[in-house]
């Protein structure tokens, strides 16, 4: 835990992870849910 710097590197990986793997699985279910 690093306070005083903002994130740290793995925080900001890990998010832009689970914001990626947010987006793919939207993009993917639209498809599906539109059929």
Known sequence: M???RGFT???V???LV???AALVA???A???FQI
């Open 2 to 4: 690093q306070t005083g």
């Open 9 to 11: 590197i793995v925080e």
């Open 13 to 15: 990986v890990a998010a």
């Open 18 to 20: 689970i914001v990626g």
């Open 26 to 28: 939207t993009c993917l």
């Open 30 to 32: 639209i498809p599906i």
